[in-house]
Every structure is written in C-alpha cells, then in structure tokens.
C-alpha cells in the first residue's frame, strides 16, 4: 500500500472509530480496535529501537497506572498477585496460641540449647519417661532428690565423667532429659544443660523452680545416693 492510501485508509479509520492521536510521532491509536497505527509519513520511517522504546514506555505506563487503580479498589476487586501477597504477609503474622507460646517457651539468653518448663510440664514429662538429672552437689542429692532423677553434679571435678557414663549406659542423645536444680535463683541446672548440649543431647528442659518446688508439691522424693 502507498503511503498515501495508508492515510486515506487511517483517515477513514479514525472518521468511523474515533482513533485519537498519542503522544508519540507517527503513532495513531484506535480505542474501539484497540490498535496502534504507524502513520509516519514517506521518508520519516521509525526505526526498530524506536519502535522498541517508545512500546516499553507505553507499558511501563500502563503498569504504573494498573498498580495506582489497585490501591482503590476493594479487597476482593484486588488484582490476584497483590492480593495473595497481602496474604502472604499475614500468614507470617499469624499470633501464636498461649497453649503453644507455653510448650515452646525458650529463656532468652540461653541461645535456644534448652527450654525453661513450668511444674506441670515437668510432671507431664516425669510421667511419660523422660530423664531428671539433679545439678546440684552430691551431698544435696543424698539429702532428698526427685525419685528416679540421676545425680550430675555440674560443679564436681567429675561432671564430664557422668555425662559420658549416661551414653554408656545407653542414654539416646535423644532422650528426652530435664534437668533441675535448687530453685529459680539457682543457675546450675542451665549450666549442666549446656554440658549436655556440648556432649551430643538435644531434647534439653530445664525445670526452673527445681526441686524446693517439686517437694512442696508433694511429687515423688527420695534419699539417698541411688536414683
């Protein structure tokens, strides 16, 4: 086609669709076809770069004013990929239930190496195996200790002994061991508990009100040097 019958043909075009110049030489778009017509006249042809050019600007435009009409509209109008990253977000938010910020309690300064316990977990746990090792000195063991808690003084010469005498005697680095000590001012159960994390065992409470606590309760005690 000539270039004049091209513009006699877009002439005609934009009579019967209302084609609207844009800002963009030689460029004609035509909303009711939805096309954009090169009208560049004879020895004023645009070259490939161009071309390429001036259609990313015309995108990038485009995605600016979509993104601009998102903002408005309602939360279930939002365009998907917006939409789901607002739900995204919101998963990570999610509150933890109490009973779970319980269970998982960690003490902040102990760089996650044990859990801190309450009594009532600590007698869950009692009652469904787990091991009770008593930080305290041996003299404080013989004199009353929670009944079937082995005695691992942490501040013994012979504490390391112990440790490695417990894998002897068949003690899974799995198992699950809470460790206790005199009370809540007593620091000797998380030390002991970062001995054990050192040596292999993972599954590490430590039951901070220890044993004064365990024997106002009433919960099983014995004396003497045996578990």
């Not at 001995?195 to 065992?201: D, N, Y």
């Not at 005690?221 to 045996?226: E, L």
Request: aromatic share 10%.
């Amino acid at each position: 086609m000539s270039a004049a019958a091209r513009r006699t043909h877009l002439a005609q075009s934009s009579s019967l669709f209302s084609c609207a110049w844009v800002p963009s030489p030689g460029m004609t778009y035509c909303p009711r076809t939805r096309l954009l017509y090169c009208t560049a006249r004879d020895g004023e042809g645009m070259s490939w770069q161009k071309i390429a050019r001036e259609t990313g600007l015309i995108l990038v435009v485009a995605a600016l004013l979509g993104a601009a009409s998102n903002i408005f509209r309602s939360e279930s109008h939002k365009l998907a990929w917006i939409k789901a990253g607002a739900l995204a977000t919101k998963a990570v938010a999610r509150p933890v239930p109490e009973a779970e910020r319980a269970v998982s309690t960690k003490s902040p300064d102990t760089g996650a190496l044990f859990a801190e316990i309450t009594a009532e977990e600590a007698y869950r746990m009692y009652g469904s195996g787990a091991l009770f090792l008593d930080a305290r000195r041996t003299s404080a063991y013989e004199a009353g200790h929670i009944a079937g808690a082995r005695s691992v003084p942490v501040w013994e010469h012979d504490a390391g002994v112990r440790i490695d005498v417990l894998q002897r005697d068949g003690v899974s680095l799995e198992k699950d061991l809470v460790i206790y000590c005199f009370g809540a001012a007593c620091e000797d159960s998380a030390r002991l508990a970062e001995k054990l994390a050192l040596a292999g065992f993972y599954k590490l409470s430590v039951y901070k009100e220890g044993f004064p606590d365990w024997e106002k309760r009433g919960w099983p005690v014995i004396q003497g040097a045996k578990p």
